[in-house]
């Protein structure tokens, strides 16, 4: 197999010369008439709306070459596939849009057949630009086409290798939805993400300890007022979340975390064991970390604020390329399962891990898909459009199951790749204030009081009863 290398600094294969690619290309568009005046004025002036949005790919050559390096805006990352026809890369652009141009941005590994294909939906594409005689480099197209999702669907590689892209740039107009946004009160703007390295810290995290408390087929999030419209969750934290349930609602139930003024609902789809539901038994840890390399900035969840992680219809390979994905399903000796495992090497439980986004655009609470108002960030580094640092919730899960015979295990949703979870902030607002300054911003290692037992001169945010001094 020929050396692969990491692409950040170096590329591997020889990056093509974007200014003569460019004029080329401009003299095919006159040649052609594809670039009349009134063409290129309307795509010159359509901005870029393809930077940071959620992007899934059809393979990945391996985890040094992600889907999402084509919209982070480094030119020196990319994502590169399997060595297979056909592939795919998809940009999901949160919304309809009017797509008046596309720049493709290939490495050596190009391909010499693809279709740029829209699709609302995600399921029906159709084709806004097609070539069977492509020769790479940087390739800017005038487009004209709509939908909240665009694709680059290759079908001949000009290589032996895979199918690699530096940048995949979409231009256009995005409609905004008039419902579906809840606006942030006071919204957080002028924000600069941070580019600082504070003193080095092995830790700067916390846990929440909570209980499974309840199964309903539910979602306050997804279908708020519709009770019964849901598949099957489990519900932690929050002893009243149900389909009604409203910052007011949860603030005022009980809860099942250690910490009392943790009242925020976490919930994902039930495991079942054929028509049997599995709940997780005893406290679960639910970690609130830093994701970004100045762990000084992050800041505490605004009240209210809701989001979802992963997603219900992804597919094996959404599942394993997302930037939330840790480990996977695990159990005994088995790690990085894509799908639940049907054995259990050495026995134990069933564990997953799973990742939030953590970088806030600072306007809204919610959006309509329950995703745009929340990105990851890239590099150690939030985004431009989602400059805020707030704590990184990673889901670490663990399910009694009977690894005598596991083949009945499923997810509400489907395989364990349908994996998601919900978040609904309710926390006292002091209590989280205390718990993310004392043990994220500070740089430790806390357990649900906020404690350190690496380093016990820094004492604990809460008391023994888990609450504020």
């Known amino acids: 197999m020929r050396p692969r290398f990491l692409s950040r600094g170096r590329p591997s294969r020889g990056r093509p010369r974007r200014t003569?690619?460019?004029?080329?290309?401009?003299?095919?568009?006159?040649?052609?008439?594809?670039?009349?005046?009134?063409?290129?004025?309307?795509?010159?002036?359509?901005?870029?709306?393809?930077?940071?949005?959620?992007?899934?790919?059809?393979?990945?050559?391996?985890?040094?070459?992600?889907?999402?390096?084509?919209?982070?805006?480094?030119?020196?990352?990319?994502?590169?596939?399997?060595?297979?026809?056909?592939?795919?890369?998809?940009?999901?652009?949160?919304?309809?849009?009017?797509?008046?141009?596309?720049?493709?941005?290939?490495?050596?590994?190009?391909?010499?057949?693809?279709?740029?294909?829209?699709?609302?939906?995600?399921?029906?594409?159709?084709?806004?630009?097609?070539?069977?005689?492509?020769?790479?480099?940087?390739?800017?197209?005038?487009?004209?086409?709509?939908?909240?999702?665009?694709?680059?669907?290759?079908?001949?590689?000009?290589?032996?290798?895979?199918?690699?892209?530096?940048?995949?740039?979409?231009?256009?107009?995005?409609?905004?939805?008039?419902?579906?946004?809840?606006?942030?009160?006071?919204?957080?703007?002028?924000?600069?993400?941070?580019?600082?390295?504070?003193?080095?810290?092995?830790?700067?995290?916390?846990?929440?300890?909570?209980?499974?408390?309840?199964n309903l087929p539910d979602d306050p999030i997804v279908y708020p007022g519709q009770a019964g419209a849901s598949h099957m969750h489990t519900f932690m934290g929050s002893t009243v979340t149900n389909a009604s349930s409203t910052l007011a609602s949860l603030q005022a139930g009980g809860t099942t975390c250690l910490a009392p003024g943790d009242k925020s609902g976490y919930w994902m789809p039930t495991m079942y064991d054929g028509a049997t539901a599995v709940n997780p038994v005893g406290l679960q840890t639910i970690y609130y970390k830093s994701a970004v390399n100045d762990y000084t900035s992050v800041r505490p969840f605004p009240p209210g604020l809701k989001f979802v992680v992963g997603s219900p219809a992804a597919t094996s390979t959404q599942f394993a390329t997302d930037p939330g994905f840790v480990a996977g399903w695990e159990c005994g000796n088995s790690f990085h399962n894509i799908d639940l495992p049907v054995d259990c090497p050495g026995g134990g439980q069933v564990n997953v891990r799973y990742q939030a986004p953590s970088c806030w655009n600072g306007l809204y609470l919610d959006t309509p898909d329950h995703k745009s108002h929340m990105a990851y960030p890239v590099g150690g580094v939030c985004p431009a459009d989602h400059p805020v640092a707030l704590p990184m919730i990673e889901f670490k899960m663990a399910f009694p199951v009977s690894t005598a015979n596991m083949s009945q295990l499923h997810l509400s949703s489907g395989r364990g790749f349908s994996?998601?979870?919900?978040?609904?902030?309710?926390?006292?607002?002091?209590?989280?204030?205390?718990?993310?300054?004392?043990?994220?911003?500070?740089?430790?290692?806390?357990?649900?009081?906020g404690y350190d037992q690496n380093q016990p001169e820094k004492g604990a945010a809460l008391n023994a009863q888990y609450l504020l001094p």
């Open 20 to 214: 003569a690619l460019a004029v080329a290309f401009a003299a095919v568009l006159a040649i052609t008439g594809l670039g009349s005046a009134g063409q290129q004025a309307v795509a010159a002036s359509d901005p870029l709306i393809s930077a940071s949005r959620p992007v899934t790919a059809s393979s990945i050559e391996s985890l040094n070459f992600p889907a999402g390096a084509v919209v982070d805006g480094d030119a020196n990352s990319r994502w590169a596939s399997t060595w297979s026809d056909p592939s795919w890369i998809r940009i999901d652009l949160g919304a309809t849009a009017a797509i008046s141009r596309v720049e493709l941005d290939w490495e050596a590994a190009y391909a010499s057949a693809y279709q740029l294909q829209t699709s609302p939906d995600g399921t029906n594409w159709t084709p806004i630009y097609s070539t069977t005689t492509s020769t790479g480099g940087v390739q800017d197209l005038t487009v004209s086409g709509s939908g909240r999702y665009i694709r680059m669907y290759a079908t001949a590689r000009a290589t032996q290798y895979g199918y690699s892209l530096y940048e995949f740039k979409v231009f256009g107009q995005v409609s905004t939805p008039t419902t579906g946004y809840v606006l942030a009160n006071p919204q957080v703007t002028g924000v600069t993400p941070s580019t600082a390295n504070p003193p080095h810290a092995y830790f700067h995290e916390f846990q929440a300890n909570c209980t499974a408390s309840h």
């Open 419 to 449: 994996f998601h979870y919900d978040f609904f902030n309710a926390w006292d607002v002091p209590t989280l204030a205390a718990m993310v300054n004392h043990c994220i911003v500070g740089g430790l290692q806390c357990d649900p009081r």
